[in-house]
């Protein structure tokens, strides 16, 4: 079993910043895929962020590049999400998830992820 934590969710206007934190604990193996998601209420949970955490491939979707960056701390077992530019549009609730492989076609698909955190909300206002 891998738990997730994440922290660092809030408010901020249009245009600031953000850092998510997500803790893994348990049976976590040094070749892992580290997803955040983000879901609406009524829409699909949709894949905002990726890490590979052997190597450190990165994916993203266009939505996001360029304003989001998924990075590492391998000591602390810990992935983090900086958010930049955040528009109104970013609001939802991210939520960090884990799974055993990943690669750019797969790492979208939310059914594939074993382990999720419980999320924490973003929220940007305009």
């Known amino acids: 079993q891998v738990q997730l934590m994440e922290s660092g969710g809030g408010s901020v206007q249009a245009g600031g910043s953000l850092r998510l934190s997500c803790a893994a604990s348990?049976?976590?193996?040094?070749?892992?895929?580290i997803s955040w998601f983000r879901q609406v209420p009524g829409k699909e949970r949709e894949g905002v962020a990726a890490?590979?955490?052997?190597?450190?491939?990165?994916y993203y979707p266009r939505s996001v590049k360029d304003r989001f960056t998924i990075s590492q701390h391998n000591a602390e077992n810990t992935v983090y999400l900086q958010m930049n530019s955040l528009k109104p549009e970013d609001t939802a609730m991210y939520y960090c998830?884990?799974?055993?492989?990943?690669?750019?076609?797969?790492?979208?698909?939310?059914?594939?992820?074993?382990?999720w955190g419980q999320g924490t909300q973003v929220t940007v206002s305009s």
């Open positions: 998830a884990a799974q055993y492989f990943c690669n750019s076609a797969s790492w979208q698909r939310a059914e594939k992820y074993n382990y």
């Open positions: 348990g049976n976590t193996y040094s070749d892992m895929c």
């Open positions: 890490i590979r955490t052997r190597g450190g491939a990165t």
